[in-house]
């Protein structure tokens, strides 16, 4: 009988549950192996921290936000503890190896693949489930908790816009995406925003403002923004990504408190700067200018019915992979099915949205401005 591991690690993301239900019920339904849960991702995983799954806590799931297992953002190879940044890998091997295991499906992100790929060369059977409400991990066509995440922020659109033609206002929708636009981008234009601004295009005031007064000549004397959270400014563009160098690069514990310090002041500026394009832009076009923030909504509750499919069919896919003694890769969706793709290809990687991607263009076509 194979004894097998899992864990959701990085952002929580709608699908999760579904994806440990797909699994886990294929795993134990279809071949017979045994199933052991970790808490709160990494964490759980160096402290052994376990909760046996069997098939009466995978039952009732399917539909819930969140993930029953807890997540972090915890590093396997770069555990702070004390003030000290150890490899917890020989730990979490030792751990492995104690619960008796023979595989290990880390669920998460582009960093969570980057802690997979660690513990795959220290010897272990391991494969890495896509999930991000923001889109962009490498060489998957997908991610589940993205299509909820776009049907809530579009729905956020949708309800601004009424207020926003009411007051003739301008109101900047703030979505979440700190690196990729996928999210913004999708929910801008199925809300039918007026102008998207996404981190792969840096905007400038003038041309958003230009977009506004053109409208305004149209006669429509209001605007509805939608504004990734990684958006930048033309001018500012250099600042965030020395900030996210300066992380990558450090290698002491003080040097990585200092620049993650750094980073999240720049963060905070870039937070900050949403309220400052309202503010730039209610002086470029007298119009009234507010901000809604989406934030954490954007990540809770049910999956919508694409994401609970699409997780229970990669869960599904991943049992069928451990079976067959797979390790070392992503269970990615392609196409109507899923591939299996190695973990070097996906580990700390970005999936930016290309400047010739269909939905650029189709935005563009249909007169949405971009910012720049
Ligand atoms: O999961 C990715 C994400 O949703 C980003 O878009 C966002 O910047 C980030 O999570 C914020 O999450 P947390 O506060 O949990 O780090």
Do not use: C
Request: net charge negative.
């Amino acid at each position: 009988v194979k004894r097998v591991g899992i864990l959701t690690a990085g952002g929580d993301s709608p699908g999760l549950n579904a994806a440990i239900r797909g699994f886990g019920k294929t795993a134990i339904g279809a071949y017979g192996m045994e199933l052991v849960g970790f808490r709160d991702g990494v964490t759980g995983l160096v402290e052994n921290r376990t909760v046996p799954l069997d098939g009466a806590a995978l039952s009732g799931i399917l539909t819930v936000g969140g993930t029953i297992l807890g997540t972090s953002r915890d590093k396997v190879h770069r555990w702070v503890v004390d003030g000290e940044v150890r490899d917890m890998v020989p730990t979490v091997v030792d751990n492995y190896h104690r619960e008796g295991l023979d595989g290990l499906i880390m669920l998460g992100g582009g960093g969570t693949a980057k802690n997979a790929m660690k513990l795959v060369e220290a010897g272990l059977n391991v494969i890495h489930l896509p999930k991000t409400i923001d889109n962009d991990i490498a060489r998957t066509d997908t991610t589940f908790g993205f299509a909820t995440a776009t049907e809530i922020a579009t729905e956020a659109i949708d309800r601004v816009h009424s207020t926003a033609h009411s007051h003739h206002r301008i109101i900047l929708t703030e979505i979440m995406g700190h690196r990729a636009g996928w999210l913004t981008l999708g929910a801008g234009i199925a809300g039918g925003a007026d102008i998207i601004l996404i981190p792969e295009i840096p905007y400038t005031v003038e041309s958003i403002a230009e977009t506004i007064r053109a409208r305004r000549a149209r006669g429509s004397n209001f605007s509805v923004i939608a504004v990734a959270e990684g958006a930048r400014d033309v001018g500012d563009t250099a600042d965030y990504e020395a900030a996210q160098l300066l992380v990558k690069a450090a290698k002491t514990p003080q040097a990585i408190k200092a620049a993650k310090t750094h980073l999240a002041h720049v963060e905070d500026q870039q937070r900050e700067h949403t309220f400052k394009l309202a503010r730039e832009l209610e002086a470029a076009t007298s119009l009234e200018s507010r901000v809604t923030i989406l934030g954490y909504v954007q990540r809770g509750g049910a999956p919508v019915a694409a994401d609970r499919i699409l997780a229970t069919r990669l869960g599904a896919a991943a049992a069928d992979a451990v079976a067959r003694g797979e390790s070392g890769v992503m269970v990615a969706a392609r196409g109507e099915g899923t591939e299996l793709v190695p973990l070097s290809e996906v580990a700390g990687k970005v999936k930016l949205v290309p400047p010739d991607h269909e939905w650029i263009t189709a935005a563009r076509q249909v007169g949405t401005g971009l910012g720049d």
